[in-house]
């Protein structure tokens, strides 16, 4: 089965610096790959997700980069804000007939000083 | 609030005892997902219903463990003679797959089970 590794599981950032969140992914049919953030107490959300067909897709200060060959994406996150500060999940998902069913990583917790 | 809602939001049990968890997912909706999800881990997936049919179920859901979706809305999970090891927070999601369909998952907010 799909084995998602995610790292680091901490990341202490000041606020207007850069985060990166790195994944790597074993199966090399997956072909989805979201990126959910989880609040402390509260349900994880959809923040960006890319397909295989794409290497990078960007929404304002997020961006995913995704390279196939070496099996790994990552989560850019610029000027970062206090209330960037979460859990990060990274995913990934293989189409099998139709079932798309994402094996997470471990998470990410991302600090944000202000 | 239209979205995903389960209930109940926490439930301690002693070991031995059976639980229940009920999620309505959103409405237009036809697939639901369960996950379980323990401290410093990602969402592990357990099972997964298109309309009322179970489509898929993990390795990690044992014998123990049963999913309904009677009438393809809400959707329960019973947990039979729970056991220490199944204390988590378990989470419901919810996606529309057919025409114009999207990934997507739309999570609720979890029941977090205790066992004692």
């Known amino acids: 089965g799909e084995n998602v590794e995610q790292h680091p599981s901490t990341l202490s950032v000041q606020e207007g610096d850069s985060a990166v969140i790195k994944c790597t992914y074993s199966?090399?049919?997956?072909?989805?790959f979201p990126w959910y953030k989880q609040e402390l107490g509260k349900r994880p959300q959809l923040i960006i997700d890319i397909r295989s067909n794409v290497g990078e897709k960007k929404d304002q200060r997020i961006a995913v980069t995704l390279n196939k060959t070496a099996k790994h994406f990552s989560l850019h996150i610029t000027e970062t804000q206090p209330e960037d500060s979460a859990v990060y999940f990274c995913?990934?998902?293989?189409?099998?007939?139709?079932?798309?069913?994402?094996?997470f990583g471990r998470g990410t917790s991302l600090i944000v000083h202000p | 609030d239209t979205g995903v809602s389960q209930d109940p939001r926490h439930k301690i049990t002693k070991r031995g005892q059976n639980v229940t968890f009920r999620c309505d997912p959103i409405?237009?909706?036809?697939?639901l997902y369960w996950y379980r999800q323990t401290l410093g881990q990602g969402p592990e997936f357990l099972t997964y219903?298109?309309?009322?049919?179970?489509l898929e179920k993990s390795r990690l859901l044992s014998d123990r463990f049963s999913a309904e979706r009677p009438k393809g809305s809400f959707s329960t999970l019973e947990i039979q003679r729970t056991e220490q090891g199944d204390s988590a927070m378990y989470l419901c999601?919810?996606?529309?797959w057919g025409a114009g369909y999207s990934y997507e998952q739309y999570f609720g907010p979890g029941t977090r089970l205790t066992v004692t």
């Open positions: 995913a990934a998902s293989t189409d099998r007939g139709g079932s798309y069913i994402p094996t």
């Open positions: 199966d090399s049919a997956s072909n989805y």
């Open positions: 409405s237009e909706h036809n697939r």
């Open positions: 219903f298109q309309n009322e049919a179970q």
């Open positions: 999601a919810s996606s529309f």
